[in-house]
Nanobody, 125 residues
Framework: QGQLVESGGGLVQPGGSLRLSCEAS????????IGWFRQAPGKEREGVSY????????YYADSVKGRFTTSKDNAKNTVYLQMNSLKPEDTAVYYC??????????????????WGQGTQVTVSS
């Protein structure tokens, strides 16, 4: 079956930047709803960003708005999450996810049916 593979995570100092990639294999992203989520230890999985299948509009959690940007490159079948001005509270495992049905609430994990394995982002001095 198809795969979603995240990459680009790592250790970064506060104020730094990382660019996460999510490459799809075995299916094309341009026919799916796409979300980024993160989960920190002891916390619920949290919606980070979303790209609408219908109009390519993007949405962001208030906690990352103005710092993170999500985009997609259909030719490369890849979704990106550019993360700037990183804070320690951004530390989490980050996941990309797709939904074969149109989502009603973009930031709810249960709306998505296919997930990558995640990539660790650690923001620390």
């Amino acid at each position: 079956q198809g795969q979603l593979v995240e990459s680009g995570g790592g250790l970064v100092q506060p104020g730094g930047s990382l660019r996460l990639s999510c490459e799809a294999s075995g299916f094309t992203l341009d026919v799916y709803e796409i979300g980024w989520f993160r989960q920190a230890p002891g916390k619920e999985r949290e919606g980070v960003s979303y790209i609408s299948l219908i109009n390519d509009n993007t949405y962001y959690a208030d906690s990352v708005k103005g710092r993170f940007t999500t985009s997609k490159d259909n030719a490369k079948n890849t979704v990106y999450l550019q993360m700037n001005s990183l804070k320690p509270e951004d530390t989490a495992v980050y996941y990309c996810a797709t939904a074969g049905l149109l989502v009603s609430e973009w930031d709810l994990a249960d709306e998505y049916d296919y997930w990558g394995q995640g990539t660790q982002v650690t923001v620390s001095s």
